[in-house]
């Protein structure tokens, strides 16, 4: 059984936010492999269904970016997930925008969200995916992330988020050895 996580915050007030990339790939993935995201538990929304004969999970936590490890756990408990089987697509403002880095394992590198997760599974080992939002010089960043992105940014991030949905859908079908190599 694979769970696939994508990290932003519940809300109106938040979609299309810089934060809410995570949300906007899981989004995407559904609507590429035809799943809805209706179910309501384990503080956050979710769907489980079948990809080639295997158990794929898709959640979306819906208690704020910095609890996200709160709902990650209890659906990793109850459906008995190991952390090899996890994968986590979140923002980076390190990286331009739409720009993609896939890893095994590594440090919350600031992100809230990514610090909730790794407490809660006492554990940084876990595949990720991050989506470049680039940073702002000037505007503070809890600002900057909850900003939308710019019309010059769109055709970028339309294509980060596109490409991340592919990279999970060829992480369920090879090893993910093989997406780092194709999508890095």
């Known amino acids: 059984?694979?769970?696939?996580?994508?990290?932003?915050?519940?809300?109106?007030?938040?979609?299309?936010?810089?934060?809410?990339?995570?949300?906007?790939?899981?989004d995407k993935l559904a609507e590429k492999l035809n799943v809805n995201i209706d179910l309501s538990k384990f503080k956050g929304l979710y769907t489980k269904f079948k990809y080639r004969g295997e158990d794929v999970i898709l959640l979306k936590p819906q208690?704020?970016?910095?609890?996200?490890?709160?709902?990650?756990?209890?659906?990793m408990q109850f459906f008995k997930i190991e952390k090899d089987d996890l994968l986590v697509i979140y923002d980076d403002l390190d990286m331009p925008v739409g720009k993609l880095r896939l890893r095994k394992t590594g440090s919350a590198g600031g992100h809230n969200g990514i610090?909730?997760?790794?407490?809660h599974l006492?554990?940084?080992?876990?595949?990720?995916?991050?989506?470049?939002?680039?940073?702002?010089?000037?505007?503070?960043?809890?600002?900057?992330?909850?900003?939308?992105?710019?019309?010059?940014?769109?055709?970028?991030?339309?294509?980060?988020?596109?490409?991340?949905?592919?990279?999970?859908?060829?992480?369920?079908?090879?090893?993910?050895?093989?997406?780092?190599?194709?999508y890095n």
């Open 1 to 26: 059984m694979k769970l696939i996580v994508g990290l932003g915050n519940p809300g109106k007030e938040y979609e299309g936010t810089r934060h809410n990339c995570g949300f906007m790939v899981i």
């Open 122 to 182: 006492n554990s940084q080992d876990f595949k990720r995916i991050r989506v470049g939002i680039d940073r702002h010089k000037y505007m503070k960043v809890v600002d900057y992330v909850l900003s939308r992105f710019t019309k010059e940014e769109n055709e970028a991030i339309s294509q980060g988020i596109e490409n991340a949905a592919n990279a999970i859908i060829d992480y369920l079908d090879h090893d993910f050895d093989y997406v780092m190599n194709r």
């Open 115 to 119: 610090k909730n997760i790794i407490a």
């Open 63 to 75: 208690t704020y970016m910095n609890l996200s490890g709160e709902s990650v756990n209890a659906i």
